[in-house]
């Protein structure tokens, strides 16, 4: 009982210490950014705040797109179209030897990562963490991309308004995530 007590004693103690370390991260590498910028005689204060207006016109000019987006995945699972549409795509994920249930999360992640992660605590409080499908829910939310949030948001701060294949290479290599996700849990834990 006493080695198990030290045992996670020690164990808080590196996330402590873990957790510092990654706290003072961000700061350091300002700092060392900054004393670069200096050294190399850069005004650092001015390149920053140019940055910072640049940065803030990129946002603004996206600002619509992402707003139209989230409207529209709320709207989606408000209606229930959503459910519609992962109950008519259940067959054909069950001859691919992915969990239908997963069905939703697969439609809903392309577009939103929080409506993904809400459908996958869903499915997770539904089945379990360490089920199949739990598990299964969760590689795919790791290993798949809110694939239209990050195109609008790149696309959209480059300026690129002629995606062309973009879309369907992306889209194709989630549903490869997705097929994937599923048959390694089938293989690892099935």
Not at 145 to 159: D, N, R, S
């Amino acid at each position: 009982m006493r080695n198990l007590r030290r045992e996670a004693a020690s164990a808080d103690n590196r996330t402590k210490t873990m957790s510092r370390v990654f706290a003072a991260a961000a700061p350091a590498a300002i700092c060392l950014a900054a004393i670069a910028g200096a050294a190399r005689g850069t005004d650092v204060f001015e390149a920053g705040t140019r940055g910072a207006a640049e940065g803030l016109k990129t946002a603004v000019r996206i600002f619509p797109a992402l707003v139209m987006l989230l409207t529209a995945v709320s709207m989606l699972r408000a209606s229930g179209a959503l459910d519609a549409l992962a109950a008519a795509a259940a067959p054909a994920f069950r001859a691919l030897g992915i969990p239908p249930e997963t069905c939703a999360l697969m439609i809903v992640r392309p577009v939103s990562g929080s409506a993904a992660l809400a459908v996958g605590a869903d499915i997770i409080a539904r089945a379990g963490a360490d089920s199949l499908l739990g598990r299964t829910a969760a590689v795919m939310l790791g290993s798949t991309e809110t694939t239209f949030y990050v195109i609008t948001v790149y696309c959209g701060a480059a300026g690129v308004k002629k995606l062309r294949y973009a879309v369907p290479a992306a889209l194709a290599a989630d549903f490869a995530a997705f097929f994937t996700a599923a048959l390694s849990v089938r293989l690892l834990y099935g």
